[in-house]
């Protein structure tokens, strides 16, 4: 995390502020990190679960662009730079303890979000046969 | 995390049978534990953000109610067993690289969800004003 990311945001409050409270306070784990779920703002999709730390969030407002912080391979990630699934923001929302962000998105290019070229991350499905848990394509 | 946890499900195998393969490998985090988004299965409306290991997740699977791992009471969570609001799965997913799941939920009770006593916890958006990020009730 940069140097001077712990003071972007102001830190946490009581659980009253954090809970009611006007301020976006947000609470990073140890590893500087919120949980960021993305949906299609058109479809409510579920499309992408990710993380951001200070700076990815920062940049997020700032640019009205979706940036996290990639944990494979530990950097920043304007998603959409190279594939051109730049995700715009219509709308972001905080949950009751500040520790996960909700964002609503549309997504550019060929409107792909997953790595594997699916639309969405969340492609199988969990079933049951027998007692025995396994998945099938949605 | 129980003595008998890591056996539960079969360890994860490669990039290409986590991503495209049949068998649900969960890759729990150093913490033990995988995110869980849970939506409301007639609205598609995001509820809340929560965690699960390994036991909380079978128990899920098993019972067809969403269990969670508590990460600040530092317990197995059957979410509902005394407010009454048991989230009943109507489908489980899983993403791309099999760290997050995705619940999608009939909500018992009152339909609450949120400790606060909203139904979703996701009640604050977040909205700049002078350049400055701040939170208003959704």
Redesign the interface.
């Known amino acids: 995390m940069c140097a001077s990311c712990p003071s972007i945001f102001p830190a946490p409050g009581s659980k009253a502020d954090l809970?009611?409270?006007?301020?976006?306070t947000p609470r990073f784990g140890a590893d500087g990190l919120v949980?960021c779920?993305t949906?299609d703002a058109a479809t409510?999709?579920?499309l992408?679960?990710a993380h951001m730390n200070a700076e990815a969030l920062a940049k997020t407002?700032e640019t009205g662009e979706a940036w996290y912080w990639s944990r494979s391979r530990g950097e920043l990630w304007h998603k959409g730079a190279t594939s051109g699934q730049i995700q715009t923001i219509v709308?972001?929302?905080?949950?009751?303890d500040q520790d996960?962000?909700?964002l609503k998105v549309n997504v550019a290019g060929d409107g792909g979000c997953?790595?594997?070229g699916?639309r969405s991350?969340?492609?199988?499905?969990?079933e049951?046969t027998d007692g025995k848990?396994?998945?099938?394509q949605?």
Not at 121 to 126: A, E, P, Q
């Open positions: 809970e009611e409270g006007s301020a976006l949980t779920v949906t409510g999709d579920l992408m679960v407002i709308e972001m929302r905080v949950d009751c996960a962000l909700w997953c790595h594997t699916r991350c969340f492609y199988r499905k969990v049951t848990p396994g998945l099938v949605a």
